[in-house]
């Protein structure tokens, strides 16, 4: 199978690129409910009933990696009560990573999420299969995973318009910046999408490097913290000249409509079409701590304009020392956070501003807030393996690669 790429219509570079063929994505059939559910749900009960609570399960829902239980209350229970319930609930459920808050979205009822006993692997290529892509020909769409009732949940890049990624190593967080970039490449022309890809830690992107990049890079894979800096004072000055560009479309239709200018006849005066950029940087510190206040200036900078010039950032940390090094301001210029599991809820908070992480299992258990305002959804982020990613770039690299004037330039100082 095969993404269409009749819905690009444009350059004739979208005309000879080919889509990747899902076909290159692994797919499998998540298991259904089994009776471990019920089991607890009845021990719940059985629970409340013996420690004379007014209250039962009504219902659950089984997700990839945990099942959230929907608990009822009587008039005269407090939710407070069920919380202070938490180390019968821990002991009833043989884990301690059970996590409970009140109320669920819409419902008077109170959650609480235990482990399944035989989490379930989101795999990008059923994601993708999933009506919720394959039905939106969004090239910047991008799959978040699955919620707790088995929901695909996706966000656009450019509505988000930065995001925050925090957690542990080894808690799922790279192969989900790896989905990410994988889905991009698969619904997107370099036409309509740039990646520059910065990792001063020299481990994550490597895939993406080599004298035979793929055509959405703007520049090869930097390493080095300098170059990077460069790298993001160039992505300023982009964003600098994408204002200027409108602001000259806006005074030509102007000078058109008051009759200073004839319009012209044919195709030759157009609208400079810039692609989407999207910056992704792997564990910023090395960057922000060798740099000076510089790096921190320039991301704000492109955190603060970025969006309105279709410019966008995703910043991938370490929950242990980030908040000392990515300054209050700049955070605040991201409203989208994606926490993976983290140690404490001291960390959890001073990362990105809610707890929850901490009761988090790894494995692509995360939670997702995708404006800071709204309160965030557990997810089960989708996993690509190595073979995967190897097939997704070979095959773009074949394809071709549309210029970039500015940033070809760009290239040649570093």
């Known amino acids: 199978m095969t993404l269409s790429s009749t819905a690009y219509d444009g350059p004739q570079s979208r005309k000879t690129y080919h889509m990747p063929s899902l076909d290159l994505l692994a797919h499998e059939q998540p ?20 420690l004379d609570v007014d209250a039962h399960v009504s219902t659950f829902h089984r997700g990839p990696a945990v099942t959230q239980y929907e608990v009822m209350i009587g008039p005269g229970v407090r939710t407070d009560d069920i919380a202070d319930l938490r180390g019968n609930i821990t002991y009833t459920a043989a884990t301690s990573k059970v996590r409970m808050y009140s109320p669920i979205p819409g419902k008077s009822a109170i959650s609480i999420e235990i482990p399944n006993a035989t989490p379930e692997i989101v795999h990008l290529g059923d994601v993708l299969c999933s009506h919720e892509m394959a039905d939106d020909a969004t090239p ?8 707790c009732g088995g929901r695909i949940v996706t966000a656009d890049m450019t509505a988000m318009p930065h995001m925050l990624i925090g957690g542990m190593k080894d808690t799922g967080k790279s192969s989900f910046i790896h989905a990410m970039l994988a889905t991009i490449l698969m619904r997107a022309t370099p036409d309509q999408v740039r990646i520059l890809l910065i990792d001063t830690t020299r481990i994550e992107f490597s895939a993406y490097a080599g004298a035979h990049r793929i055509p959405h890079l703007l520049t090869p894979l930097i390493t080095d913290p300098h170059k990077a800096m460069q790298a993001l004072e160039w992505v300023t000055k982009d964003i600098d000249a994408r204002y200027e560009d409108r602001c000259h479309n806006r005074r030509f239709r102007t000078r058109i409509l008051d009759g200073t200018v004839q319009a012209p006849t044919d195709t030759a005066q157009q609208a400079n079409v810039h692609p989407t950029i999207i910056v992704i940087v792997n564990d910023p510190a090395d960057l922000l701590l060798g740099t000076g206040n510089g ?24 929950q242990s020392y980030s908040y000392k090094v990515i300054s209050a301001a700049t955070k605040a210029n991201f409203p989208a956070r994606l926490s993976f599991a983290m140690h404490t809820g001291f960390e959890s908070r001073a990362n990105l501003d809610y707890g929850g992480a901490e009761t988090l299992i790894g494995n692509g258990d995360a939670s997702f807030s995708p404006t800071r305002i709204e309160p965030p959804v557990r997810i089960q982020t989708p996993w690509i393996g190595e073979t995967e990613i190897s097939n997704v770039i070979a095959h773009v690299r074949k394809q071709p690669r549309p210029p970039y004037p500015t940033a070809d330039a760009f290239l040649k100082t570093l």
């Open 31 to 50: 298991p259904r409910a089994t009776r471990s559910e019920e089991d607890i749900a009845a021990k719940l009960d059985t629970m409340f009933r013996q």
């Open 140 to 147: 910047t769409l991008v799959p978040i995973g699955k919620d």
């Open 295 to 318: 790096a921190d200036e320039a991301i704000r900078r492109i955190s603060q304009l970025g969006a309105s010039a279709d410019v966008h950032l995703v910043l991938s940390t370490m």
